[in-house]
T-cell receptor, first 110, second 115 residues
Framework: GQNIDQPTEMTATEGAIVQINCTYQTSGFNGLFWYQQHAGEAPTFLSYNVLDGLEEKGRFSSFLSRSKGYSYLLLKELQMKDSASYLCAVMGGGSYIPTFGRGTSLIVHP | DTEVTQTPKHLVMGMTNKKSLKCEQHMGHRAMYWYKQKAKKPPELMFVYSYEKLSINESVPSRFSPECPNSSLLNLHLHALQPEDSALYLC??????????????FGAGTRLSVL
């Protein structure tokens, strides 16, 4: 299986930048996803990385280093509505079905 | 359009009831998934259908029975559930199960309470 680790909780200030890290151990890596999930709602897709480097999409960017088993999600110009859980999910072991990490609960305060 | 529709949104059932959860997508996706999610935990995979065939059953108890009547619909039949089965049940779909086509799009979920 995939061993996925991400911080349990982070806090940040509105307007700031926050970086949420995810480390993983797997063989047969096939890609990594980031999802956002507000309390009681479904996860929504944010990003997909399969090659090393940075993918930018508006205020959100995601980075991958396959050799280090490491990814991060960067959120810029934080807004209160960004308060949510951020799930790192890895496709590994030759599978194309993601295994989800425990999620990082981000609290944005004024 | 990346919409996956789940009904009902909320369901309360007794341990002797039989009920069904429904999921529908019209994106032409050929892979569909059922997940169970408890509070403050990540989604746990239950079943995967690929091209309308059950491809993965993650050792789920037989009181949960999936069904895929066609490529757009996915059902989860529930019978004789236990209180610990209370959770958010999420349906997801993806184009296929390969590379970037594996991106899963989730429905809003059914919040199930078993009394």
């Amino acid at each position: 299986g995939q061993n996925i680790d991400q911080p349990t909780e982070m806090t940040a200030t509105e307007g700031a930048i926050v970086q949420i890290n995810c480390t993983y151990q797997t063989s047969g890596f096939n890609g990594l996803f980031w999802y956002q999930q507000h309390a009681g709602e479904a996860p929504t897709f944010l990003s997909y990385n399969v090659l090393d480097g940075l993918e930018e999409k508006g205020r959100f960017s995601s980075f991958l280093s396959r050799s280090k088993g490491y990814s991060y999600l960067l959120l810029k110009e934080l807004q209160m509505k960004d308060s949510a859980s951020y799930l790192c999910a890895v496709m590994g072991g030759g599978s194309y079905i993601p295994t989800f990490g425990r999620g990082t609960s981000l609290i944005v305060h004024p | 359009d990346t919409e996956v529709t789940q009904t009902p949104k909320h369901l309360v059932m007794g341990m002797t009831n039989k009920k069904s959860l429904k999921c529908e997508q019209h994106m032409g996706h050929r892979a569909m998934y059922w997940y169970k999610q408890k509070a403050k935990k990540p989604p746990e995979l239950m079943f995967v259908y690929s091209y309308e065939k059950l491809s993965i059953n993650e050792s789920v108890p037989s009181r949960f029975s999936p069904e895929c009547p066609n490529s757009s619909l996915l059902n989860l039949h529930l019978h004789a559930l236990q209180p610990e089965d209370s959770a958010l049940y999420l349906c997801a779909s993806s184009q296929t199960q390969r590379g970037g086509e594996s991106i899963q799009y989730f429905g809003a979920g059914t919040r199930l309470s078993v009394l």
